[in-house]
T-cell receptor, first 113, second 112 residues
């Protein structure tokens, strides 16, 4: 079962920041927080991941609370093309191999013109 | 780099027929996954391969589903016989240690 809780859906006005929350209160010390998104009729796409520090890349920023029990994905200037289902996943990231991603139902983000 | 290739893109079959899906992962990726995604739900892992060996197939309905990865590269997923509840998108993904997942676009299966 997924170890995260996300709102079912959210709306965001085009050009505004989209802030997608995720609760992961049972996260373990060796688990990272990953975000993927799935645009209609495509496979999930990697966005960003982090352990405890805030992370930023060309797509988004990830803010993780100090106790690591929740996080927020920020799309700074949402466009219509950001309309998708966003999945927050906790996953062990180690050198011993590849642990599978376990998906929940995610948050359906609708960016509105 | 080339992405994960899957075929066919769409398939419609009658119940009790058989069907096969093909996946070509990213070159050099040792780990390959098959996921099933039912409409409105997140993807669910069916099977994980490491090279040509099975790591986890605990959620694969083995009475009707089978998968193989010959030579540790391409993989096929088969359903025989298909049921109505098998209607879903079947996603293939590959990864390598230290590198994230890459998903294919999936095969949309409709069983009528």
């Amino acid at each position: 079962d997924a170890k995260t809780t996300q709102p079912t859906s959210m709306d965001c006005a085009e050009g505004r920041a989209a802030n997608l929350p995720c609760n992961h209160s049972t996260i373990s010390g060796n688990e990272y927080v990953y975000w993927y998104r799935q645009i209609h009729s495509q496979g999930p796409q990697y966005i960003i991941h982090g352990l405890k520090n805030n992370e930023t890349n060309e797509m988004a920023s990830l803010i993780i609370t100090e106790d690591r029990k929740s996080s927020t994905l920020i799309l700074p200037h949402a466009t219509l093309r950001d309309t998708a289902v966003y999945y927050c996943i906790v996953r062990v990231y180690g050198t011993g191999g590849n642990t599978p991603l376990v998906f929940g139902k995610g948050t359906r983000l609708s960016v509105i013109a | 780099e080339a992405g994960v290739a899957q075929s066919p893109r769409y398939k419609i079959i009658e119940k009790r027929q058989s069907v096969a899906f093909w996946c070509n992962p990213i070159s050099g990726h040792a780990t390959l996954y098959w996921y099933q995604q039912i409409l409105g739900q997140g993807p669910k892992l069916l099977i994980q391969f490491q090279n040509n060996g099975v790591v986890d197939d605990s959620q694969l309905p083995k009475d009707r589903f089978s998968a193989e990865r010959l030579k540790g590269v391409d993989s096929t997923l088969k359903i025989q016989p298909a049921k109505l509840e098998d209607s879903a998108v079947y996603l293939c993904a590959s990864s390598s240690t230290g590198i994230g997942y890459t998903f294919g676009s999936g095969t949309r299966l409709t069983v009528v």
